[in-house]
């Protein structure tokens, strides 16, 4: 039988499938193995991200607290939460900072 995924990437429209519980299986397989291949190398980056905390940040970047709070309420800079704890990744910082000295 050919597989679901083929069948809906070819584009087929008004389709109407007759499944076995086992071809229903096999797809949310396919679809979760999919999902994992494209979010994986995502994630394992992600997690290898210099973060730093509030402090650190105001030192490094010399800015203020009320600009923290500028870059926060204008969604320039989404702070991470990890427990009770806040920190920023460092490339968003920096991707602010150049964005801003292009002005």
Same mark, same amino acid.
């Given at each position: 039988m050919?597989?679901?995924?083929?069948?809906i990437?070819?584009?087929?429209?008004g389709?109407?499938?007759?499944? #076995?519980?086992?071809?229903? /299986?096999?797809?949310?397989?396919? $679809?979760?193995? /999919? %999902?994992?291949?494209? $979010?994986?190398?995502?994630?394992?980056? %992600?997690?290898?991200? %210099?973060?730093?905390?509030? #402090?650190?940040l105001?030192? /490094?970047?010399n800015?203020?607290?009320?600009t $923290?709070?500028?870059?926060?309420?204008?969604?320039?800079?989404?702070?991470? /939460?990890?427990? *009770?704890?806040?920190?920023?990744r460092? %490339?968003?910082?920096e *991707?602010?900072?150049i964005? *801003?000295?292009? *002005?």
């Amino acid at each position: 039988m050919e597989s679901i995924l083929s069948l809906i990437e070819s584009g087929v429209t008004g389709l109407t499938l007759t499944l #076995k519980s086992e071809d229903l /299986k096999e797809f949310a397989h396919l $679809l979760i193995e /999919k %999902a994992k291949e494209q $979010l994986l190398p995502v994630m394992v980056s %992600a997690s290898h991200e %210099a973060l730093l905390t509030k #402090k650190e940040l105001l030192e /490094k970047f010399n800015v203020c607290h009320t600009t $923290l709070w500028n870059w926060e309420r204008k969604g320039y800079l989404i702070p991470v /939460k990890i427990g *009770r704890k806040v920190s920023y990744r460092q %490339a968003d910082i920096e *991707r602010i900072i150049i964005e *801003r000295g292009k *002005r």
